[in-house]
C-alpha cells in the first residue's frame, strides 16, 4: 500500500465531501482504539473542525486513558481540534433501572452492550446537529463487510466512512505514518462495550490477520473443504459471522406492494 498517498487521498475525500455538504467538519467518538485514533487523526487533517467526543460508560480506565491521551495529542498538533466529555454513564444506569427486570441478568448483556453503542451515536448526532457537523465512522473494512462486527444504528450509524475501505492491517500501516500513540497501536483491538478488558478477539475468536485471510478465501470462492486444521476453524467462524450479521451489510428490506393492489 502507498500508505502516504492513501492518507492524501482520504484527507482530500474528506474535506470535499465536507465542503459540498456545506458542512463546517466532523464529529468523531474517541474510544482509545486504532481506528478512532486514525479516524480522527485523518480528519484533522483536513483543517476543518474536528470535535472529538468522550462518552464513557463504565469504562476500564486504560481505555479512558488512551483516548484522553490521543485527544490531548490532536489538540496539541491541530488547531482545529475541540474536545468534549459527555459522561453516558448516568444517562445508561437511568435507562437500565427503568427497563423491565428479566430472570436471568447475563441474557441481556448483549442488548445492554449494544444500547452502549447507540446512546453514544444519539449523542454524536446531538453534536453534529448543533455544530453543522458530519458523523465520522471508524469502521474498517474487515468489521463493516466481513464480519459484521459494530452495532446497527450505533457504531454503524454515521454519515460517512474514511476507513471503511481499508483491512484492519492498513489502518496500523496508516496509524505508523500519522504518528499515533505507541500505546494505541500496542492495544489489543476491543469495542469497549462491556466494562472490561475482553477483546474483539476474544469475543469473535479469531484475530484480525485471520479474519482478513478468510475474507480473501471467501472472496476467491473458496469452501470449508479446501481447509484443514486452524484454517479450517477460522474461515468456519468468519462465515458464521458473515452470514449472522449480512442484515447490517444490505439496505433495509422494503416491502414493496405490486401495483396491481394499489
Request: proline share 3%; aromatic share 8%; charged share 25%.
Amino acid at each position: 500500500m502507498q500508505t502516504e498517498k492513501v492518507i492524501d487521498h482520504i484527507v482530500k475525500w474528506l474535506k470535499d465531501y465536507a465542503t459540498n455538504a456545506k458542512c463546517k467538519g466532523f464529529v468523531i467518538g474517541i474510544s482509545g482504539g486504532i481506528d478512532s485514533a486514525v479516524t480522527s487523526t485523518l480528519c484533522a487533517k483536513t483543517g476543518l473542525d474536528l470535535l472529538c467526543l468522550e462518552m464513557p460508560i463504565h469504562q476500564a480506565e486504560s481505555q479512558v486513558t488512551r483516548a484522553s491521551r490521543h485527544i490531548e495529542w490532536l489538540t496539541q498538533n491541530f488547531s482545529n481540534v475541540k474536545r468534549q466529555e459527555v459522561n453516558l454513564t448516568p444517562v445508561f444506569d437511568q435507562l437500565v433501572d427503568v427497563l423491565p427486570t428479566v430472570e436471568k441478568e447475563e441474557d441481556r448483556f448483549m442488548s445492554l452492550a449494544n444500547t452502549r453503542a447507540r446512546l453514544r451515536m444519539t449523542s454524536l448526532y446531538y453534536f453534529a446537529a448543533l455544530e453543522g457537523y458530519l458523523v465520522a465512522g471508524t469502521g474498517n473494512k474487515v468489521e463493516d463487510f466481513g464480519v459484521g462486527f459494530y452495532t446497527k444504528y450505533g457504531d454503524g450509524g454515521v454519515d460517512l466512512s474514511p476507513i471503511a475501505d481499508l483491512l484492519k492491517t492498513e489502518v496500523y500501516e496508516i496509524a505508523k505514518v500519522l504518528g499515533i500513540n505507541e500505546e494505541i497501536i500496542k492495544a489489543a483491538p476491543t469495542d469497549g462495550l462491556w466494562g472490561d478488558d475482553r477483546t474483539d478477539e476474544d469475543q469473535i475468536g479469531a484475530s484480525y490477520p485471520e479474519l482478513e485471510w478468510a475474507m480473501k478465501m471467501k472472496e476467491e470462492g473458496k469452501t470449508i473443504n479446501d481447509f484443514k486444521g486452524r484454517e479450517k476453524e477460522v474461515f468456519i467462524i468468519y462465515n458464521r459471522f458473515n452470514s449472522a450479521n449480512r442484515h447490517k451489510m444490505i439496505p433495509i428490506p422494503v416491502c414493496e406492494i405490486p401495483i396491481a393492489l394499489k
